[in-house]
């Protein structure tokens, strides 16, 4: 993966985000994202324990539920929404027949309309999310789109550039998605290919002024191992750096049938919770802590750091000045009260880092997000018996700091 340098800052408003001008008509109400999205593809199944499902959801610090697989007929949504109402979650609800008067309730986000489309899908999905945006204002037509990695036979066009390009120019969406399941295996690794594609869709959603979420795999199916917990935040806080606005989990409750045969995702095809549904909960509450804050930063730029590279030199222009020897991801962002945000990234999900850093600003104005809290507070010295300052990271881990405007 080429070293990502930080350019000159762009700054796009995410409040109305892509809104057309107006036209001598009002133009219709667009979706706006108003808290971090945290959820997952296969929503618990609609039975008699449906109220425990959606209570375990909550506690397992999921932010939405996106119901693409169990509640699809109109009972079972209205109960899907009434258990997202009662326990703080917002839903997105299953529209992919494109049924007509879509339920408008105060916990429906929006409806999913279709997962991985081709381009030869776009005209219709176009004049379903105009009408939608019409029937239903300020809902989200949800659309999910292929990876990089998938082919042109996927896309229906020749590249994956000229895929998104075409889906954002064609059906308008208000946030961009896709799903990218990297392998972590001994003999294959695809971690940079997860950061090249969160590239291509983070300048996507930022020339068009939306937010973008993305699937991260957490279960076990064809030559994918079972990811450790380190590997799955590995996943949740790479796209943190790259500015997703969401995180999704596949999957949540395990599917039945020949492509998951040794089960294991967040709760077993029967319902019970696997070891995932802890590691989950875990980080979920540390991503929960750390959205407000990430809800009001805009990427400017994201830089790899691997343990061949001079440090310094890649790092001049950012807010880091010096980092000792290791593996990191950088992701640099402008706070929306115009200050300077980094999130610090252990590319490394098998070992810890301690790396002495060195930032631009002077360390007594730099504050961290605590991810216990969500708080602001100072800038602590992991190691203050050592020189200069030394910072933990966990395997797979992320710390995001906050500094002054230049």
């Known amino acids: 993966m080429a070293h990502l340098t930080i350019g000159a800052v762009v700054l796009l408003s995410l409040a109305n985000p892509g809104a057309p001008a107006a036209t001598g008509t009002q133009p219709a109400a667009r979706f706006v994202q108003d808290r971090f999205c945290i959820s997952f593809w296969v929503d618990p199944p609609c039975d008699e324990r449906m109220d425990e499902y959606y209570r375990q959801i909550a506690e397992a610090n999921f932010t939405v539920v996106l119901g693409s697989s ?10 899907q929404l009434e258990l997202c109402r009662k326990y703080g979650l917002r839903a997105i609800v299953w529209n992919v027949d494109g049924a007509a008067n879509p ?19 776009f005209p219709g999905l176009a004049q379903r999310v105009r009408d939608l945006r019409a029937d239903r204002p300020g809902k989200l037509a949800y659309i999910n789109l292929y990876p990089s990695h998938a082919t042109p036979r996927h896309w229906g066009t020749a590249t994956y550039e000229e895929y998104v390009s075409r889906f954002l120019r064609e059906v308008r969406p208000d946030v961009l998605c896709f799903d990218r399941y990297p392998l972590m295996n001994p003999d294959k690794d695809e971690r940079d290919g997860y950061c090249e594609n969160l590239d291509t869709i983070r300048r996507h959603a930022l020339r068009e002024g939306i937010p973008f979420w993305n699937f991260f795999n957490i279960i076990p199916y064809g030559n994918h191992y079972d990811p450790t917990e380190a590997q799955v935040a590995w996943q949740v ?17 395990t599917p039945r049938g020949r ?46 750091v691997r343990p ?16 000792t020897e290791g593996d ?33 600003a002077d360390a007594s104005r730099i504050v961290e997000v605590d991810q216990a809290t969500g708080r602001e507070v100072p800038l602590r010295d992991d190691s203050p018996d050592m020189p200069g300052l030394q910072l933990s990271l966990d395997a797979g881990e992320g710390r995001l700091f906050l500094m002054p405007a230049e």
């Open 237 to 253: 806080y790479t796209s943190l750096a790259y500015g997703a606005r969401g995180i999704l989990y596949f999957c949540y409750w």
């Open 328 to 360: 990191y991801l950088v992701g640099v962002f402008r706070h929306a009260d115009g200050r300077t945000a980094v999130l610090l990234n252990n590319y490394r999900f098998a070992y810890t880092a301690w790396p002495t850093v060195e930032f631009v």
């Open 308 to 323: 061949e590279d001079d440090a310094g030199r890649v790092l001049a222009g950012s807010p880091i000045r010096r980092l």
């Open 70 to 79: 169990h509640a699809r007929k109109p009972e079972q949504i209205a109960r």
């Open 103 to 121: 339920p408008d309730h105060p916990a429906c986000w929006g409806y999913l309309l279709q997962d991985e489309p081709k381009v030869q899908d």
């Open 259 to 304: 492509e998951f045969p040794r089960g294991g995702a967040i709760i077993t095809a029967d319902g019970r919770p696997t070891r995932h549904y802890d590691q989950a909960k875990r980080i979920n509450a540390r991503i929960r802590n750390l959205g407000p804050t990430l809800m009001k930063l805009t990427s400017t730029g994201v830089l790899r």
